[in-house]
């Protein structure tokens, strides 16, 4: 499948983040997810388990969704509550939008039951258009907990960066290292061409 020019940004910016931030960058991987819903109720409870990876020590996150509209948005606002308070630059992100693609097989062999979804979620992004985070398994509730971490994942790690390269373009020019300010600004333009930061 032919990658899109989102898609290629965004393999760019995992590669600045591998030499940014290296083992500083944030891993985020489902664990355990429980969503309940009432008939008496318009609203979804979600509560997620996430394994949390920085620097080599791995935590266990437990958050909740509380009263959501669904259980896409119960994950959505979960890791939302979670992380914007240490990275105030996921303020400018949220969840406009979810598509659910089954893939049946031909095969006359089976029913279908068995059929593999793609989960796409598609996230505005202030100022800065729609993102979409997919994917694709043969359950709708995994896909969609996968696709959700993704893309926090991303843009906390995209939050983190913008930090570390501030700090060092801020010694660059201290110094007046020339060279190393002007591949601050090329790399600070990468990332602010996904997202905006406020001060760090």
């Known amino acids: 499948m032919k990658k899109t020019p989102q898609e290629f940004r965004r393999e760019n910016l995992k590669e600045l983040f591998n030499k940014t931030l290296q083992a500083r960058q944030i891993k985020l991987e489902p664990f355990d997810i429980s969503v309940k819903e009432s008939w008496n109720s318009d609203f979804t409870n979600v509560e997620m388990a996430i394994k949390e990876t920085v620097e080599g020590l791995q935590h266990c996150r437990e958050i909740s969704g509380g009263k959501a509209k669904g259980f896409v948005d119960g994950m959505f606002k979960a890791c939302h509550g979670q992380y914007v308070g240490g990275h105030p630059s996921l303020r400018n ?6 598509q659910v693609s089954p893939k049946f097989s031909k095969s006359k062999k089976t029913m279908g039951s068995d059929a593999e979804t ?6 505005e992004v ?3 258009g729609v ?7 043969r ?4 896909s969609s907990f996968i696709a959700t971490l993704e893309a926090f994942q991303f843009y906390i790690n995209c939050d983190k960066a913008f930090g570390k390269i501030k700090l060092v373009l801020e010694d660059a020019n201290a110094r007046n290292r020339v ?3 002007q591949l601050c600004m090329s790399e600070l333009a990468m990332l602010t061409g996904v997202n905006t930061y406020g001060k760090q």
């Open 93 to 98: 992100i949220k969840l406009i939008d979810y």
């Open 118 to 123: 793609e989960v796409t979620l598609m996230v």
């Open 126 to 128: 202030k100022d800065h």
């Open 131 to 137: 993102a979409e985070f997919s994917c694709v398994s």
């Open 139 to 142: 359950s709708i509730l995994y």
């Open 179 to 181: 060279d190393i300010a």
